[in-house]
């Protein structure tokens, strides 16, 4: 086991503002990154996110703007930098790949491929989408549109740079075989593993030339060409923490990274072009490969492509951070589609956060200043009830039940154990009916009774920090000592109209 965490989202293009699904990866990474500070303390975890610059997508989304690239680039990735903090995600560091420290380390990687003979000069004939960036093979670009945006392609002939995937095609497959964890969910891994089985690798091209294409890293051999997007991008990922010595060694405290995160459309790229291009620089493979789902709207994938993109500031300022949060990660196993929705939202805010988690801290603190003047209880507790001990026991196995499913990427299994525990103490409300023992005069019984609720709330909201963190301090803020100090609902119900 590693002592430190490196995890990484994607680097967003800039043509688009972010949506949802940017959204959904990056506070996702921010949970993990959350748990992991919790486990080995801030200073061992490094949490990465950054954005994709270069390319022809940006070139144009800068022309449309009249704009020049780098001041358009400039001003939307801020836009990212502006939603991250709206949404407490608490990177590490931020890489740009048009900042310096980048741009070296791509013409290195390209320097020293390049001399190992792996990359070599060829000529390239292809269909490819030029929104997309990306070339298609004969068979992909059925009726002549490119699978992905469903735009036509076009049948481009030039002189360009070429990566020898094939050459690596072999050694990953033994790779892959050996390491069935390096990609997940499994049905990724195996996704990844048929693929490699049943066709075989073209070399990649990686250059454009300048004419086409002059937003980009220039070839360090071949200054007439600019580096294909993807090279460039991959790289973000050692760029960021290290660098190359004088014997072409990659040196990086944080190298290898533990968790890449994203979803299954860039999956390919991470583990089939980079594994490969780290083997032939003789840099070690990143422990995991993490591709999640994709939110759909109206059983569409959501993008910019498709026009159908949800703006995530305007959900938070309707529901509330901490909704949000909690949505994206308790409604979908990670690793499946969902279908966003706002009753999704509304229905999840309703039953999870005000009906479970809300009512639970109001009734409690209601119940220590009614019944206690707001002193809460001291006592040590046993499990003199079944209930009692079952929700004992429960507390006592939470954290081992979240990390678990943390360790395993699994978000709404976390929050389904944690939930869980809010049930069992909300059930056991109903069931002991404390105003009954008041009434009874049973003083031990409700001291019992009201200090089990308040371990179960702490408990809960020690938690609850990995996921939504605002929340967990209101709650914590309600504590004070052994006094409570009670605030308002934490989530005032949403009512619907009926039709
Ligand atoms: N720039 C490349 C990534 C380079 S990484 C070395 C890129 N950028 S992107 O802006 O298109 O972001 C793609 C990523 O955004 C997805 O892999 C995923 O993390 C997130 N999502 C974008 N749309 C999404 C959904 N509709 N649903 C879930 N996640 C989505 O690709």
Partial sequence: MSNKFYITTPI???????????????????????????????????????????GQKIQKAADAAKLSAQSFVDQTSQQFRDLWKSLDVSYDDFIRTTQPRHVKVVQKCLEIIFKKGDIYEGKYEGLYCTPCETFWLEAQAVGGLCPDCHRPVERIVETNYFFKLTKYQDWLLGYLRENPDFIKPG??????????????????????????????????????????????????????????????????????????????????????????????????????VFAHGWWMLNEDKMSKSRGNVVNPLEMVEKYGLDAYR????????????????????????????????????????????????????????????????????????????????????????????????????????????????????KQEDLKEFIRLLVDVIRAVA??????????????QEQFVGDKVKKGNPLFPRIETKKK
Wanted: glycine content about 4%.
């Fill in 187 to 288: 049905s990724r891994y195996e996704e990844t593993l048929r693929f490699l089985e049943l066709n075989k690798l073209n070399d990649l091209c990686i250059s454009r030339p300048k004419e086409r294409l002059s937003w980009g890293i220039p070839l360090p051999f071949a200054p007439e060409h600019v580096t294909y997007v993807w090279f460039d991008a991959l790289v973000n990922y050692i760029s960021a923490v290290g660098e190359f010595d004088a014997r072409d060694n990659y040196v990086s405290k944080w190298w290898p990274a533990e968790l890449h995160l994203m979803a299954k459309d860039i999956l390919r790229q991470h583990t089939v072009y980079w594994p490969i291009m780290l083997h032939a620089l003789n840099i070690e493979l990143p422990k995991r």
């Fill in 462 to 475: 020690d938690k609850l920090e990995i996921f939504i963190p605002q929340t967990a301090a209101s709650i």
């Fill in 326 to 441: 909690y949505f994206l990660l308790r409604e979908v196993p990670f690793g499946l589609d969902g279908n966003f929705s706002e009753e999704g939202i509304i229905k999840r805010y309703n039953s999870d956060l005000a009906n479970d988690l809300g009512n639970l801290v109001y009734r409690t603190l209601t119940m220590v200043e009614k019944y206690f003047d707001g002193n809460i209880p001291d006592l040590k507790l046993n499990g003199s009830t079944k209930s009692v001990a079952e929700i004992l026991a429960k507390i006592e196995h939470l954290p081992v039940r979240v990390f678990s499913a943390l360790d395993e990427q699994n978000f709404s299994l976390a929050l389904e154990s944690i939930w869980e525990l809010i049930g069992m103490a909300n059930k056991h409300v109903e069931e002991t009916k404390p105003w009954n023992l008041a009434k009874e005069n």
């Fill in 12 to 54: 967003y293009y800039v043509n688009a503002s972010p949506h949802i699904g940017h959204s959904y990866t990056t506070i996702a990474a921010d949970v993990l990154t959350r748990f992991k500070r919790r486990v080995l303390g801030k200073e061992n975890v490094r949490f990465l996110t950054g954005t994709d610059e270069h």
